[in-house]
């Protein structure tokens, strides 16, 4: 063992709830934080490497120093490899910028004693600075970390244009604003990036990176966490691997901020969830909590192929607008993602379809003990018939819209045999430690995201929400760490009263 260390507070991962909540939470100057990331770290925003900062392409390629990966199952003899972020600033440092709210009635399934829409909304507004003059300011806010902007007309790419013309030529409304509460309605829009001046700004550059001059905070990197520690049922702590030594990190509170799969993982490795699984890879049983890696849910995604007439290169965004309608997501990406991901294989050029309300839940469950071997996961995508036709009438609104007269002069479509074939994932996995109400004996946590039958433990990360939005969940992460980082401010200040 190399040392044992205190924290008030450690944060594990520093992905964007981790980086916010680190944040948020050393704003007090009597409380130590300590985040520990798996992946490397920065010193400072200028310390960034040009390749996380470039918004145009996604160092997410074979052999990326950014990444993990993960193998899964998407569905019944269908496996794909899936990489993550595994850097400072989490998969919000390496993704397309995509990031549009949750619409108001997903908020329906969240637990309405603190999370209502009504009540999140100003956490959305706060967590932002909106830099479009277009937008509604009500809905909006000037002084948040995360900067959002729009890719205005004169800029997009031809694809984007054309697509968006051929969607209001169909009847499908134009929607000024996806971020405010009437875009939930569907219709095409322009999507709010994460992007300023071309740099993709994660959590790690807006939140985090700005602030480590606190000398209540500390952030580690290349910390790999084992283990949670307890004494009875109080979380006392962590165990890591740093450059292959043992530490451990006494600590009172514990934020999980690992991601929706390795959440989930550290959870079961700790003891904690279904009690047969740990019996069974020989883990002592803490609290037997059946929903830890169960039901997760995600937004499975099939790409369309097109041909483009003239294909020329581009430095534009990965996605500039999208459509939705019913249950999908329409995104026609600007190029092909062999010239958005260095070190891919050549591929066609497509426009995917999301299916934004499935039915489909996965699970996540541990091979072995090892902290370094990553778990099975199973997504059980289009299983169900209402899936499978969401999903090919969404296709085939795709397929009539790039062959409309609008698309079919910059767009060729080929035809295919089997329209749902080319399937893959959204990667928003969410849900795989959900909060939710006692009587609910899959909820892993309560309303306030404290893992039941633990003291001091938290999950502030995907994992907790009780299902995915029907919007990519980037801006409801960020939303979603600081209200969770406000609730548990407002738990401090009654205690002091």
């Known amino acids: 063992m190399n040392r044992i260390e205190y924290a008030d507070v450690v944060v594990v991962g520093g992905g964007s709830c981790g980086c916010v909540m680190a944040s948020r939470l050393s704003e007090n ?10 992946g490397p770290s920065f010193s400072s925003v200028t ?30 003899g269908v496996g794909r490899t899936i990489a993550r972020g595994r850097v400072l600033g989490g998969s919000g440092a390496v ?10 009635s997903d908020f329906d399934a969240w637990p309405q004693s603190v999370w209502s829409f009504d009540q999140v909304l100003p956490f959305y507004i706060g967590s932002e600075t909106d830099l479009d003059s277009g937008v509604a300011r009500r809905w909006h806010g000037s002084y948040g970390p995360m900067p959002v902007a729009r890719t205005p007309e004169r800029a997009r790419h031809l694809l984007t244009t054309e697509f968006m013309k051929a969607a209001v030529n169909a009847g499908f409304p134009m929607q000024d604003d996806l971020n405010s509460p009437d875009a939930s309605a569907g219709g095409v829009g322009a999507v709010p990036l994460n992007i300023h001046n071309g740099i993709r700004v994660s959590a790690a550059l807006a939140y985090l990176l700005p602030i480590l001059n606190r000398q209540n905070l500390r952030v580690q990197g290349d910390s790999t966490v084992t283990s949670l520690m307890f004494h009875g049922s109080k979380v006392i702590g962590v165990e890591s691997i740093v450059d292959g030594v043992r530490n451990v990190v006494r600590s009172d509170t514990v934020i999980l901020s690992a991601g929706a799969v ?7 490795r700790s003891g904690i969830g279904p009690a047969d699984d740990l019996v069974a890879l020989g883990i002592s049983v803490e609290v037997d909590s059946p929903g830890v890696g169960r039901g997760f849910s995600d937004h499975p995604e099939v790409a369309v192929p097109i041909t ?9 965004p ?35 379809v999301g299916l934004m309300r499935s039915t489909s839940r996965g699970s996540i469950g541990l091979r072995n003990t090892d902290p370094f071997e990553a778990p099975d996961v199973v997504y059980h995508y289009l299983e169900s018939d209402v899936d499978r036709r969401a999903m090919r009438d969404g296709v085939a609104l795709a397929r009539d819209l790039l062959a409309s007269p ?42 306030h995201c404290r ?33 969770v980082a406000d609730l548990i401010a407002d738990h401090d200040r009654r205690a002091e009263a």
């Open 451 to 483: 893992v039941r039958g633990v003291d001091g433990l938290f999950v502030v990360d995907t994992s907790a929400f009780p299902v995915v939005p029907s919007r990519g969940p980037h801006a409801t992460a960020i939303m979603f760490a600081e209200r």
């Open 47 to 76: 310390d960034v490497p040009a390749a996380l900062r470039d918004a145009s392409m996604l160092p997410i390629g074979p052999g990326s120093e950014w990444t993990g990966t993960y193998s899964a199952e998407l569905t019944s």
């Open 262 to 268: 390795h959440t989930p993982a550290l959870l079961l």
């Open 95 to 104: 993704n397309g910028g995509y990031f549009v709210r949750a619409t108001p």
């Open 318 to 352: 990965a996605l500039e607008a999208v459509l939705h309608s019913g249950d999908v997501e329409i995104r026609p990406y600007t190029r092909r993602f062999d010239r958005l991901i260095a070190g891919l294989a050549h591929g066609p050029h497509v426009v995917g």
């Open 29 to 38: 100057p009597d409380r130590s934080v300590l985040l520990l990331e798996a």
């Open 308 to 316: 483009p007439m003239n294909e020329t290169p581009t430095a534009s």
């Open 406 to 447: 609008s698309m079919s002069s910059k767009v060729e479509v080929p035809s295919i045999d089997d329209p749902l074939a080319a399937l893959g994932t959204s990667l928003h996995l969410s849900g795989s430690a959900r909060m939710g109400p006692e009587s609910d004996s899959t909820s892993v946590l309560d309303d």
